[in-house]
């Protein structure tokens, strides 16, 4: 079944030298299963999952042929009804958990929030339905951590409860943008198997958004490979070696290996990709 | 489990919990206030002014000076002074004012009042109506809105108090007869009320004397609007930058993806954060209006604190220069210890 069915989309942002397109003409389709979408910095990955979420703020603009999740167009859905979709269908995990949990606001009633604005549950089973999810994100003592306010976890754990909170509803769809790249490198693994874990069992469609292509290609089904705004290269994950784009072979090559013979790593060769794509370098 | 979040330091081994931080704040607050009197005490002793020849006057003797000056303690070291000075403040004995010939204290126990109800309903005014302006005009960037609470911000800082306060009296007082005039009460009403705190409307409202509550409201209501309009200017700018900054957060975005309204988005998520930001901003405002604006309390006529101290620098009445003084920073002082126990309530960092 297809959840997402996406078809040209572009994102535009005005500035002095006239519009700048960040996302050109982005085409794909996600079902029950794990699309990641690599890129460097700048590539237009994070700008795609903010304008799935219906989050590119102004004066940005966000135009497709086609842009449906779950037979809903959201091209230009009101803001209204975009809202109930929102953490309910469709979330979106951030990057920095110190950055992205309000630092006021006990990380219980953060997760909350989720129920109050989609549900009409009490006070009281908000709160054992938090006490659940907590448990789900592998956190052994929920009630102790309900109370704790964000500068008082750890990154890896600020992340576990943010990954809770885009779980609490089951929404069809999550969207993760780089959810590891702030982690310690011992915690990622948990981080990213927990959330492989929730995903897989409650049938969720997620997209990984990250730089590091060997992450993506070890948790995900398939791979969208981006560079300068536009899709260069789309394969399964188990194919990545077989990648006939120079821009993915390029990523590929400049990566050690443990069993290294090369004196020298190569280096991406820009002006002979931009050149294929006609795009700003 | 690896990752258990790390306690939170305690200040020092053994001094910790609600008990020990009462009695440091306690402290801390002796200590400030003792650093006040100090300063104060060095400011009485280096202004030229003498104070023996302003009780003898300039024709006595010499033996009449020497012996006036041993009985004011003069020749004693300084640190008795000192000591004598600070022992006095604590009975409030601030001395005798030349110009009014009363115990300094007894004179700040009257201006006091009349300022701090007037700054007081100021500040009210101006952090009721300033904060939602800023908020809004966050909310709203770049529309006309946030452009009017602009232009409304810009009058605050660009129209002279005394002016505003002229405009207001012609246009209120004398045309439309909204409000009373100068001073603090209708003078057929003055003195009706016993002095309780001092200040009117309270008083009033104590004595259950309606007439004069009104009256005295009459009076208040414009010299407290004209400094709330101050204070509003400054604090809506203040909460409109302090909005930004936060509705740019990480954070915000979180809010969002949850499906948040944006009534939430921005009085939850971005308003709270900036709570303890904005308790800096109005506490300053507050101690500002609190040291008496002078122009305000002239075209009022308003007996504050701010007309006391301007009267009592030009008759180099020492007494009461550093009695007024010493008043305006205990309230800095109070207001500093307010906003810092305040913090620990509102921002869960600071605890």
């Known amino acids: ?281 | 489990m690896t990752d258990t979040p790390t306690p939170f330091p305690a200040k020092a081994p053994g001094f910790s919990g609600p008990w020990w931080q009462a009695v440091w704040f306690a402290i801390t607050v002796a200590l400030t206030f003792l650093g006040l009197l100090a300063i104060t005490f060095v400011i009485g002793r280096v202004v030229p002014i003498d104070p023996v020849l302003a009780v003898v006057g300039d024709r006595a003797s010499q033996a009449t000076y020497d012996a006036a000056r041993a009985a004011m303690g003069l020749d004693d070291p300084m640190i008795v002074q000192f000591a004598r000075y600070v022992w006095g403040v604590m009975q409030f004995d601030l001395g005798v004012s030349v110009s009014t010939n009363r115990p300094v204290a007894q004179d700040l126990a009257r201006v006091f009042p009349a300022t701090l109800e007037m700054a007081t309903l100021g500040i009210l005014i101006g952090v009721v109506v300033g904060v939602p302006m800023g908020v809004l005009a966050a909310a709203r960037q770049g529309t006309w809105i946030d452009q009017v609470i602009r232009v409304i911000g810009l009058a605050g800082y660009a129209v002279p108090a005394f002016w505003l306060g002229l405009v207001g009296l012609v246009v209120f007082y004398a045309k439309l007869r909204w409000v009373g005039g100068p001073g603090r009460i209708d003078i057929f009403l003055d003195g009706m009320v016993a002095p309780v705190t001092g200040l009117l409307l309270i008083d009033s409202l104590l004595a259950g004397d309606m007439d004069s509550f009104r009256s005295a409201f009459g009076h208040i209501i414009l010299p407290s609007t004209i400094l709330g309009f101050y204070s509003l200017a400054y604090i809506a700018r203040m909460t409109r930058s302090f909005m930004l900054e936060q509705l740019g957060q990480e954070f915000i975005v979180t809010a969002r993806v949850k499906g948040a309204p944006a009534r939430v988005v921005i009085w939850r998520h971005a308003f709270r954060p900036i709570r303890v930001q904005l308790i800096t901003v109005i506490g300053l405002s507050y101690a500002g209006l609190l040291e008496g604006s002078v122009m305000i309390e002239t075209v009022f006529s308003w007996p504050g604190i701010g007309n006391y101290l301007t009267g009592a620098l030009l008759n180099a009445d020492m007494n009461a220069v550093l009695g007024a003084t010493l008043v305006v920073g205990a309230v800095f002082i109070v207001i500093n210890k307010v906003s810092d126990a305040m913090y620990r309530v509102l921002d869960p960092r600071a605890r």
Request: hydrophobic content about 45%; some cysteine.
């Open chain 1, 1 to 281: 079944m297809t959840l997402l069915h996406v078809e040209n989309l572009c994102v535009r942002f005005p500035s002095d030298q006239g519009e700048v397109e960040v996302v050109r003409g982005l085409t794909f389709t996600l079902g029950r299963e794990r699309l990641g979408i690599v890129g460097e910095s700048g590539s237009g990955k994070s700008m795609t999952g903010r304008a799935l979420m219906g989050l590119i703020p102004k004066p940005g603009r966000v135009t497709a042929d086609r842009m449906e999740f779950e037979g809903i167009d959201l091209r230009g859905l009101a803001e209204p009804a975009f809202r109930r979709l929102r953490g309910a269908r469709m979330s979106m995990a951030m990057q920095d958990p110190k950055f992205s949990l309000n630092p006021v606001i006990r990380i219980g009633d953060q997760i909350a929030e989720a129920l109050e604005f989609h549900s009409r549950l009490s006070a009281r089973d908000r709160r054992a339905r938090v006490l659940e999810v907590l448990q789900a994100v592998r956190i052994d003592d929920p009630e102790r951590v309900y109370q704790l306010y964000p500068h008082e976890v750890s990154g890896g754990m600020g992340q576990r409860v943010m990954i809770a909170m885009m779980v609490i509803l089951e929404p069809a769809l999550m969207i993760a943008d780089e959810p590891t790249s702030a982690l310690d490198v011992s915690v990622r693994a948990q981080v990213l198997e927990i959330m492989d874990d929730l995903v897989r069992r409650r049938g969720m469609g997620l997209i990984l958004i990250s730089h590091d292509l060997n992450m993506v290609a070890r948790w995900c089904d398939r791979i969208l490979v981006m560079f300068n705004g536009q899709v260069v290269e789309e394969c399964a994950a188990g194919q990545l070696h077989a990648a006939t784009h120079p821009y993915t072979q390029g990523l590929l090559a400049s990566m050690p290996r443990l069993d290294e013979d090369r004196a020298q790593l190569p280096v991406l060769d820009r002006a002979l990709i931009g050149a294929g794509l006609g795009g700003r370098t």
